[in-house]
Structure formats: C-alpha cells, structure tokens
C-alpha cells in the first residue's frame, strides 16, 4: 500500500452540499486549505487521527506496524514515534484523545484499549497488553465479517455529566455507531469497577443508506454535540446528529482535485480547522492530509 497523505480543510461551499436544511453546521464556511500534502515520516497505512491540546500535539495511528506517531500542531513536523506493545494483533484502526495523557485505542476486532501515553519524551513504547493493571479494555459485539470491524473513534468530554462518551464506528456489515459509558453518571471510562454502558443512539445503516458506504472515521464537534463522520469509499465528510439526522454533508477531493485518495479519519485541530488524513493511492507512497478552515467573516 501507498504512502499516508493529509488533507486540511477550510470549509467554505466547496462541494457542500445540504442535507437538513433545518439545523446550522460547523462545516459552513469552511474552505480548503490548499492541496493535499504527504507525511514524509508515515508509511502506508495509516488509520486514524486525534488532536490532544493539552499536549499541543496530533496522535495519529498506523495499522499493520502498530505505530503511534505524534506530530506538531501544524502536522508537519513528527516529534516522536511509539511502537505499541503487547496488543491483540497489530490491526489498530483509530485513536481517540480522552484528557491529559489517556488515549483510546480500536482494535478491529471490535475491542477498545484505554491506555496513557509515556511521559517521558525518550519513551519509545507503548504498553497496551490488556492484561496490564494500567490499561482498561472495552469489548464490543464483534463483527459480522471479517475485517469489517471498528475503524472510528471519538470522545465528547462533557457527556454522561463530566463523566465523559466515546463513540465507536464499525466500518460496515452492518454500519454502525456505538455510544460507550459507564453506568454510573459522572465516572470515567477508564474506572473499571463501574459497569459499562453500551448502545446506539440510531441505526447507522438506515440513516447513512445511500449516503456514505462505509465509515473510516469520526469528530466529536462541541459547538453542536454531534459527529462529524468521515466515509473512505464515499469520499465524504457528514455532520451527523445523535438521532441520525444528516444535517450536511461535504463531498471530499480525489487525487486529481488536490486531495486524497483513502480518507481514513479526521481531528479538529488547533482554530478549529479539519484535518484529514488518507491512506496513499496505489501509485503513492506516503499518506497524506488534507486541512480545511473556517473562513473569515
């Protein structure tokens, strides 16, 4: 497979369309930020994209070689590489930031690992054997095929009352959106003694019919409380209710028009830009991101 490639956005009509006419979206106004530009120091496969602001710092995942790789906030210049340790396999899929060093890792074999990053800026390992007393595993119900299991992942900080919502995405067969919590309002994923809470706030698979094929990855958006949900064989980013409304949706460029061809996740980052990161075509080699940003008034 190709190199890894980013796509930035700054969103403002280029292939918007509306799909809800009712409801404002964070993906007006936003127009994107030039061409697509490739992350040198990524190999092929890359899976996922996360921004921490605590740490002024993109984590972005890489399957097949269980890579973590951390990056500046501009994403162009990588300040370390973690190798992951002890994992199920090495098919990690997507990263979700939980506060302060804690990360949320998928596995495609539907299972979730809460772990925290090392401190230490010679730390070169990452432990995320779940049998190790300092990380927390979350079991989904598998998959219904094979290689078809989690592939987004996305955390709202303020939901289940401070306690914080991670949202899963399975890739397809069928589509669908898990809301993950623990039971008891208030406490924290990573507090295994509190049983876990586990459901779908809509079906996934008749909301985004004809809308998206599959899902590669997702953005919790404060400003509105819902998803925004990245689809790598529709080339299409949508703003996704709770109640699986589609509010918008904006078409994501090809490699002829500037962008990427495999989106496989997005992070809002720093001014509230859209990073998305995509997988190389086949006659690439590194992965590449592409920046949207919001325009100015």
Request: net charge positive; with cysteine; aromatic share 6%.
């Given at each position: 497979?190709?190199?890894?490639?980013?796509?930035?956005?700054?969103?403002?009509?280029?292939?918007?369309?509306s799909v809800s006419k009712e409801r404002a979206s964070p993906l007006d106004g936003y127009r994107r930020d030039g061409r697509a530009f490739p992350l040198t120091d990524v190999g092929p496969n890359l899976s996922?994209?996360?921004?921490?602001?605590?740490?002024?710092?993109?984590?972005?995942?890489?399957?097949?070689?269980?890579?973590?790789?951390?990056?500046?906030?501009?994403?162009?210049?990588?300040?370390?590489?973690?190798?992951?340790?002890?994992g199920p396999s090495n098919d990690?899929?997507?990263?979700?930031?939980?506060?302060?060093?804690?990360?949320?890792?998928?596995?495609?074999?539907?299972?979730?690992?809460?772990?925290h990053l090392p401190e230490a800026p010679d730390a070169y390992d990452l432990e995320v054997d779940p049998s190790r007393d300092d990380v927390v595993e979350l079991v989904l119900p598998p998959p219904s095929r094979g290689n078809r299991g989690l592939e987004g992942l996305c955390f709202d900080p303020d939901g289940n009352?401070?306690?914080?919502?991670?949202?899963?995405?399975?890739?397809?067969?069928?589509?669908?959106i898990f809301r993950l919590q623990r039971s008891r309002p208030g406490t924290a994923l990573d507090v295994a003694a509190i049983p876990l809470a586990i459901d779908e706030p809509f079906d996934a698979e008749?909301?985004?019919?004809?809308?998206?094929e599959d899902l590669s990855g997702c953005a919790h958006d404060p400003s509105s409380g819902r998803l925004l949900v990245v689809s790598e064989r529709s080339s299409v980013l949508l703003d996704v209710g709770l109640d699986g409304t589609v509010v918008r949706r904006l078409r994501l460029p090809g490699v002829l028009r500037g962008g990427a061809a495999h989106y496989e996740g997005v992070a809002l980052g720093p001014g509230a830009a859209l990073y998305l990161v995509s997988?190389?075509?086949?006659?690439?080699?590194?992965?590449r991101a592409v920046v949207y940003r919001p325009a100015g008034p």
């Open positions: 497979m190709g190199t890894a490639i980013a796509v930035v956005l700054a969103l403002a009509g280029c292939g918007l369309s996922g994209i996360t921004y921490a602001p605590e740490l002024r710092r993109f984590l972005l995942i890489q399957n097949g070689g269980a890579r973590l790789h951390e990056y500046a906030p501009d994403l162009r210049t990588r300040t370390r590489v973690l190798q992951l340790r002890g990690f899929e997507a990263i979700a930031w939980l506060g302060g060093s804690r990360i949320a890792l998928a596995h495609e074999l539907n299972r979730v690992l809460l772990v009352a401070g306690g914080g919502i991670l949202f899963a995405l399975q890739e397809s067969s069928p589509r669908r008749a909301a985004l019919e004809g809308i998206a997988e190389p075509a086949s006659y690439q080699r590194t992965s």
